[in-house]
């Protein structure tokens, strides 16, 4: 749990319930929202690697390394750091994904996954306060904050709604 929750899982998740509520309002179908998140997604994981790779090329700035191992070292260690951020998104998108099948219709989907990423967001929460401190007040209230940021959007998408 310790690599999983981060910063960029925490983002992730908020990012895709983000999305959910923007995009589920004009797709007409839960696939559609589907496959507008994942790709969104996809380009802001690659912005965020893409970000933190050029940040971190001066890292060693004495180094006589050549550029190129001075790239690779640097988006290596943006991928490693930013992985959680696709990990994350995958669990609310899977249930999106699942509403290609008559399983659910369309808006008990998007709902379901708004909800998902509200309970995921105060798992995460939880889990990485839990790392630090011993204590059960904490840990709870960290994911009670953590899950706000989730449940700010559904009241996002309850007022767009």
Not at 14 to 31: N, T
Not at 109 to 118: A, E, H, M, N
Not at 138 to 144: F, P, Q, Y
Request: net charge negative.
């Amino acid at each position: 749990m310790r690599n999983f929750a981060t910063e960029p899982a925490i983002y992730g998740v908020v990012l895709v319930a983000g999305l959910v509520v923007i995009v589920g309002e004009s797709a007409e179908a839960s696939w559609d929202v589907f496959i507008k998140v994942c790709a969104t997604v996809g380009v802001f994981w690659a912005a965020h690697v893409y970000a933190a790779t050029v940040a971190h090329l001066d890292d060693e700035p004495d180094s006589d390394r050549p550029l190129g191992r001075r790239i690779a070292i640097a988006a290596h260690a943006a991928i490693e750091h930013s992985w959680g951020m696709l990990l994350a998104a995958v669990i609310p998108l899977l249930l999106l994904f699942l509403g290609h099948w008559p399983l659910l219709d369309d808006e008990q989907t998007v709902w379901g996954s708004l909800w998902l990423s509200v309970i995921l967001l105060g798992v995460l929460g939880y889990a990485k306060v839990a790392l630090w401190t011993p204590s059960l007040k904490v840990r709870l209230a960290s994911a009670a904050i953590t899950s706000a940021l989730g449940l700010v959007l559904v009241l996002l998408k309850v007022a767009v709604h």
